[in-house]
């Protein structure tokens, strides 16, 4: 049943931080975090993605009003009407360089509805007139942030990003994961405090009931 968690749909001006996402239970954001924290251990500084926040980001919207919330969710809610459960296989860990400091992910090895489902949400955002972003989609769950290297065993020698991946990656077993439903989350600091990623509504994937 579609259903609304902690927080009305905004009817005001008042703007949020939105996008749809896949979230896991906590038994798998624990599995995440330890492959995070194996990198971590391997890195000179880093920001660590809170365990409680470690999802997997379909379609990230930006700030939105009320009006565009309300349009989000109208997306959200017609996309999971034609898209089944989504199966996912999450396996090594991948990077995106920066020189300010690189991003340290867990990548998709296998899918079933996965691309079905964002290319539909997509759909139905362009539709409603939201913001979708145009590069390919890349699923993977972001674990670390401005990651920067320790120094390597010979002196002055940094490992390589992805070397440090690569090698924490042949010691993770794999994760399966199913998700029943998709999200509408908003990104935000509450009272000033950490960054948390609040659940505004969340849909059940029915499609497969649709098509029986």
């Not at 990198?39 to 470690?54: A, D, H, Q, W, Y």
């Not at 919330?69 to 860990?93: I, K, M, Y």
């Not at 020698?157 to 090698?167: F, G, N, V, Y």
């Not at 794999?174 to 509450?190: D, F, G, I, K, Y």
Request: proline share 6%; with cysteine.
């Amino acid at each position: 049943m579609e259903h609304a968690e902690n927080h009305q749909l905004s009817a005001d001006q008042t703007q949020k931080r939105l996008f749809i996402a896949l979230r896991f239970s906590e038994e798998e954001q624990e599995a995440l975090a330890r492959s995070r924290d194996a990198v971590l251990k391997r890195l000179r500084s880093g920001r660590p993605t809170p365990t409680t926040n470690i999802h997997l980001t379909m379609a990230f919207l930006g700030m939105l009003d009320g009006a565009g919330e309300q349009r989000a969710a109208e997306a959200l809610r017609s996309a999971a009407r034609e898209c089944g459960p989504v199966s996912l296989s999450l396996g090594d860990l991948g990077a995106f360089e920066h020189r300010r400091g690189g991003i340290v992910w867990r990548g998709v090895s296998q899918q079933e509805g996965l691309l079905a489902l964002q290319q539909t949400l997509v759909r139905e955002l362009a539709a409603r007139e939201l913001p979708v972003d145009e590069k390919p989609f890349v699923p993977h769950v972001t674990l670390v942030r401005s990651a920067r290297p320790a120094k390597g065993l010979v002196a002055n020698a940094t490992p390589d990003l992805q070397l440090i991946c690569d090698e924490v990656s042949r010691g993770l077993p794999s994760l399966q994961t199913r998700h029943t439903e998709v999200a509408l989350m908003w990104s935000h600091h509450p009272e000033g405090g950490q960054l948390t990623y609040t659940p505004i509504l969340t849909a059940p994937l029915r499609g497969s009931e649709h098509r029986a």
